[in-house]
């Protein structure tokens, strides 16, 4: 079965970000400024770190484009740490030649309540937490968000739309309410969680399987929520309100023309699509690095110990919803590879044009 991969590799600061993503189609043109602009929203919010001035990301690609057009061959996509240059010893892959200069110099022994940085050492068997953090680091979705718009252009070419968006940071809900909780959590040295909202729109029925419980659509979109750094929950449409209604409140009748009259199960019903918006929500905790350490244990001594501090994002909330867009996206285009195959873009397009005919006595594309 044709389908897309990706592998990623690279840690917070070390040299760069890498990502190989197999089995797009031929013959796909991307858009250098589109990666890059979903590049620089990612790394914008109201409560993002100073880490965010050091680092400008771009996109540079490797292998599997030929003059912007995809050439249905590993496409390899690098995003560089430009705040490696501060951590040239601390970092080197190879043995460090010279005296420690710059930072991580020093073994981190405080772990964090809420990162990597216990359960990362003790499964590892590091002495050093930071070679466990580096990997784990929210960065590393960076190059994520640089498949996901790989992953957008190719769902453009099937008239698929995906947008991800802040819906609560801080437990408010306006734009003043998140900007004032921020600006509060900053003041208390603090940090915030929230949730996000992507929707996607121009997605055909049947994208997705009942067959299996790997080809859920909704389950994929769990996973891949999930995987997200900091994610703790995932709802589907009316998700956990769902299970308070009486069946007459919770599903969405059908009218002549198959238009539905609500859309609470979220567009996706038995697994596969239904033909109405997707909307998916995903909750992100607090980051768990704070300025104002929590409790824990030096590891080095056994000794109560204040948790590292470390500068840090009062919220990612905003980064969040492009990184959660670019994760649903990826999931849909799978999904679409799998249903249309095609070694060539025109393939694709045709198998979507031949498909959309074939249910059109009874389906029609909304909007
Ligand atoms: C992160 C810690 C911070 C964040 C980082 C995620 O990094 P640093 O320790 O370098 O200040 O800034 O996020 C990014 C660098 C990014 O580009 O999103 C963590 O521990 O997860």
Redesign the pocket.
């Known amino acids: 079965m044709v389908t897309l991969s990706l592998v990623t590799a690279g840690e917070?600061?070390g040299p760069a970000l890498v990502g190989i993503v197999t089995g797009l189609p031929a013959g796909l043109r991307l858009d250098r400024d589109a990666i890059d602009s979903d590049l620089r929203r990612r790394?914008q919010g109201y409560g993002r770190?100073p880490?965010?001035k050091l680092?400008s990301d771009e996109v540079e690609v490797l292998s599997g484009l030929r003059h912007g057009v995809t050439l249905g061959t590993p496409l390899t996509l690098v995003v560089r740490n430009r705040?490696h240059r501060n951590w040239l010893w601390g970092m080197s892959p190879w043995p460090p030649e010279g005296e420690p200069t710059g930072k991580g110099t020093k073994p981190v022994t405080l772990p964090r309540p809420g990162?990597a940085d216990l359960a990362g050492v003790l499964k590892y068997g590091h002495d050093d937490v930071r070679n466990a953090?580096e990997r784990a680091?929210?960065?590393h979705?960076?190059v994520h968000v640089a498949a996901g718009a790989v992953a957008k252009a190719l769902l453009a070419e099937l008239g698929v739309e995906v947008v991800g968006r802040p819906v609560e940071i801080g437990g408010e809900a306006t734009d003043e309410g998140m900007r004032t909780a921020t600006d509060a959590a900053r003041a208390h040295r603090d940090t915030l969680g929230g949730i996000v909202e992507v929707v996607a729109t121009g997605v055909p029925p049947g994208l997705g399987s009942y067959a299996e419980k790997a080809d859920r659509l909704d389950a994929r979109l769990a996973f891949a929520l999930m995987g997200i750094?900091a994610v703790k929950g995932v709802e589907l449409g009316d998700g956990f309100d769902l299970a308070r209604r009486r069946g007459s409140e919770a599903h969405d009748e059908i009218d002549p023309g198959l238009s539905r009259r609500s859309n609470r199960a979220g567009g996706i019903e038995a697994g596969i699509s239904n033909g109405e918006p997707i909307v998916v929500r995903a909750a992100m905790k607090p980051l768990p690095?704070l300025m104002k350490p929590l409790d824990s244990v030096d590891l080095a001594t056994g000794e109560p110990a204040q948790a590292l501090v470390?500068?840090?994002?009062v919220q990612a909330v905003e980064?969040f919803a492009v990184v959660a867009e670019a994760a649903v996206a990826w999931e849909l285009a799978r999904a679409a590879r799998e249903k249309l195959g095609g070694d060539a873009i025109v393939d694709v397009i045709a198998a979507h044009r031949h498909y959309l005919g074939r249910i059109s006595d009874r389906w029609q594309p909304r909007g």
């Open positions: 917070s600061h790394q770190s880490r965010q680092e705040d990162h953090l680091s929210a960065r979705t960076a750094q690095t470390e500068r840090s994002d980064a």
